[in-house]
């Protein structure tokens, strides 16, 4: 079975603050696709970044990076010196490959974080 | 216009109601999903469809019901609503393969009294 797991309820940080959300994902599949996705408090789901199982190189986007380990089934994400508009709940999702039901995109429970001025 | 439309926005019905929730794409993807979102449980598949002709229960499909009436509408049932029912729903869609992202519309927040 597919499963996400994001073990952090609430975060809260100081502005200005380094964060890391944790994500751990379990799949069968050799192939598969772990997504970000964000959803500040206007409640619409904005796409973060997508990586592929063999793809384990880290991902630096601005202030944005992305740690994935298959060692440990993990798909971190860091958010470097924090501001306000970063408040929101950030979700990890896992699609797999091998065909069927593992196809369908799962997600986790989210993680919701709070940047404090 | 947005990718993926949700009709609608707003609603609230009465325990007991039929209510259809629909949605629209405008992305060309075969993949079409339901989500219900409720504090604390993330988002939770409710049926998924990989193309017109298939339809697939997710994790929570009781007292759901859907239909593929085309490439670019999947819409949601509650045959006979109760308030344990009330959420936000999220329609979504990707294309084939499951490696790309996915494309959700604005959500619709459903309240059953």
Redesign the interface.
Known sequence: AQKVTQAQTEISVVEKEDVTLDCVYETRDTTYYLFWYKQPPSGELVFLIRRNSFDEQNEISGRYSWNFQKSTSSFNFTITASQVVDSAVYFCALSGSGGGATNKLIFGTGTLLAVQP | DADVTQTPRNRITKTGKRIMLECSQTKGHDRM?W?RQDP??????IY?S?DVKDI?K??ISDGYSVSRQAQAKFSLSLESAIPNQTA?Y?C?T?GT????????G??TRLTVV
């Open positions: 999903y989500y604390g449980l993330g988002l939770r598949l998924y990989f697939n997710g994790e936000l999220f979504a990707s393969g499951g490696h790309t992202e996915a494309f959700f604005q959500g």
